[in-house]
């Protein structure tokens, strides 16, 4: 996820190159979220049941979502 989010920030800077604002309206606040997301989502439990997770378990043992 922070790689997405730095390339949301690429898009958004791209857009301040070209005078393309609006691209940066959207895309730089994006990209900024994006990148904290991985901080407040590593809490151990799952982001759809709430369930225990192993420390950097891709897949939820409980309802198998995936933890992004
Ligand atoms: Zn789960």
Redesign the pocket.
């Known amino acids: 996820m922070k790689i997405a989010g730095v390339f949301l920030l690429a898009i958004g800077f791209e857009g301040l190159v070209t005078a393309q604002y609006w691209y940066s309206v959207l895309f730089i606040p994006l990209g900024v979220f994006v990148a904290m997301l991985p901080i407040r989502i590593r809490t151990g ?7 225990p ?1 192993q420390r950097d378990q891709a897949i ?6 995936p ?1 992004m």
């Open positions: 439990v799952c982001i759809a049941c709430q369930g997770l939820c043992p409980a309802c198998g979502a933890q």
